[in-house]
């Protein structure tokens, strides 16, 4: 045998337990760093911690690429991340922790597909700060929205495909005790917002509530092709117009006492 032999096996056995190292140890900023460049700065993990597959980090909602505007996330957030299949294709499992919001941990699944991607999202029930939502940048830094938003799903599936993003299940925001710095009445009410999976798998259609309060949201739409298409009103109940005032006229065209709410 080739004496060589020895020192270049040595050499292949050194360069595959690099390789292990370097994905078993993988530093939690390469994550961060990864998911900075993929939201376009909107979603920020500030003084990531530990590895990829099990780390910590601050976390910092930003308008983009310029914005002055951000939020941060209580207490941060916690993550495992593992390798995983799903129907036999390679996907990666991903557990969420926040101590301020998930009374129990987020499970998620990232599936790589031709073209495009899928990330399901399991059956879980949360609780946000709403002032998050003003690190987003316009409008909500102009309206700094007040209160809880409380999330509920029992399982969906975001897919995108050759540019296209769909939604399969159903999920339910509910915004709590609102209140915006625009309006001295406090708080302004509750809301319930339903986003639901058409058969067709193209369309998701959104209803808009109100649970109770003195400003008065309604409305409707659809999400197709990533397109977002809404129309609803802002009202204000008899007695609380004149507090309600500038409030209503940033939200909408007004019509009388409404406020018309469009987009898409």
């Known amino acids: 045998m080739n004496g060589n032999w020895p020192v270049r096996l040595a050499w292949i056995g050194g360069l595959i337990g690099l390789c292990v190292a370097l994905i078993a140890f993988a ?22 911690r530990g590895t990829v597959w099990n780390g910590q980090a601050d976390v910092v909602f930003t308008g ?19 390798p995983t299949l799903v129907s036999g294709r390679p996907a990666a499992a991903l557990r969420l922790e926040a101590p301020c919001c998930t009374p129990a941990p987020m499970d998620l699944t990232f599936v790589p597909r ?5 990330l399901r999202i399991a059956k879980s029930t949360s609780l946000w700060p709403a002032e998050l939502l003003a690190g987003l940048g316009t409008p909500w830094n102009t309206l700094r929205v007040e209160g809880q ?3 509920q799903t029992e399982g969906m599936t975001l897919r995108w495909d050759q540019g296209r993003t769909s939604l399969q299940g159903e999920a339910t925001v509910e915004a ?14 509750s809301y319930r917002m339903t986003m639901r999976a058409e058969a067709d798998g193209n369309t998701t259609t959104l209803d808009l509530h109100t649970l109770g309060g003195a400003l008065k949201l309604e409305g409707a739409g659809s999400w ?11 009202e204000a109940e008899a007695g609380a117009e004149t507090a309600l005032g500038n409030l209503l006229n940033i939200m909408g065209r007004r019509q009388g006492s409404r406020s018309l709410l469009s987009f898409g």
């Open 27 to 48: 530093p939690a900023r390469w994550l961060a760093s990864g998911v900075t460049s993929a939201t376009n700065g909107q979603l920020q993990l500030l003084n990531a």
């Open 149 to 151: 938003l409380a999330l």
């Open 224 to 234: 197709v092709g990533g397109r977002l298409r809404f129309q609803g009103t802002a």
């Open 114 to 118: 031709l073209g495009g991607a899928e």
């Open 176 to 189: 709590l005790e609102v209140a915006s710095r625009l309006s001295t009445l406090r708080p302004l009410g």
């Open 64 to 82: 983009g690429e310029g914005s002055r505007t951000q939020t941060a996330l209580p207490q941060g957030m916690l993550w495992q991340l593992a």
